[in-house]
Nanobody
Framework: QVQLQESGGGSVQSGGSLRLSCATS????????MGWFRQAPGKEREGVAA???????AYADSMKDRGTISQDNPKNTLYLQMNSLKPEDTAMYYC????????????????????????WGQGTQVTVSS
C-alpha cells in the first residue's frame, strides 16, 4: 500500500510552473515532518523544502525564492508550488515523511546519503526544457 502518493509532475518550459501534491493518511500527516527532495541522474540528492509541526518551513537555496511548501490539513496533503522553473530543476521529486525537530533539520538530513525517512513516495518526474 502506497503511504505517500505524489502527483503533479510533468514537462514544462523554462520559466513555467508546477505544483506537486503528496497525499497521505491522517496518521502520517499529523505524526511527521514532511518535505520534498529531488534526485537527478548523476547528481547528488537535494532536499528541496520541508515543513515541521510548528508550520515552520525551510527551503534549499536553489528553491528559496521560487518555491512554496504548504499543507491542506483537511485533505492530509502536502504541496510544493514551483515557479520560474529552470532546466536544472529537472529531477525526480520525492515526498517524504520523517521525524524531525525542525524543518531546517529535516531539510539538511534529506541530502545525507544515510537519510532514511519513515515514509517515501514513489516520486514524480519534473522535466524543464530550455
Amino acid at each position: 500500500q502506497v503511504q505517500l502518493q505524489e502527483s503533479g509532475g510533468g514537462s514544462v518550459q523554462s520559466g513555467g510552473s508546477l505544483r506537486l501534491s503528496c497525499a497521505t493518511s491522517a496518521d502520517i500527516y499529523r505524526s511527521y515532518c514532511m518535505g520534498w527532495f529531488r534526485q537527478a541522474p548523476g547528481k547528488e540528492r537535494e532536499g528541496v523544502a520541508a515543513i515541521d509541526h510548528m508550520r515552520s518551513k525551510a527551503y534549499a537555496d536553489s528553491m528559496k525564492d521560487r518555491g512554496t511548501i504548504s499543507q491542506d490539513n483537511p485533505k492530509n496533503t502536502l504541496y510544493l508550488q514551483m515557479n520560474s522553473l529552470k532546466p536544472e530543476d529537472t529531477a525526480m521529486y520525492y515526498c517524504v515523511a520523517t521525524p524531525c525537530m525542525s524543518a531546517r533539520q529535516a531539510l539538511g538530513e534529506m541530502a545525507a546519503p544515510s537519510f532514511t525517512a519513515a515514509y517515501w513516495g514513489q516520486g514524480t518526474q519534473v522535466t524543464v526544457s530550455s
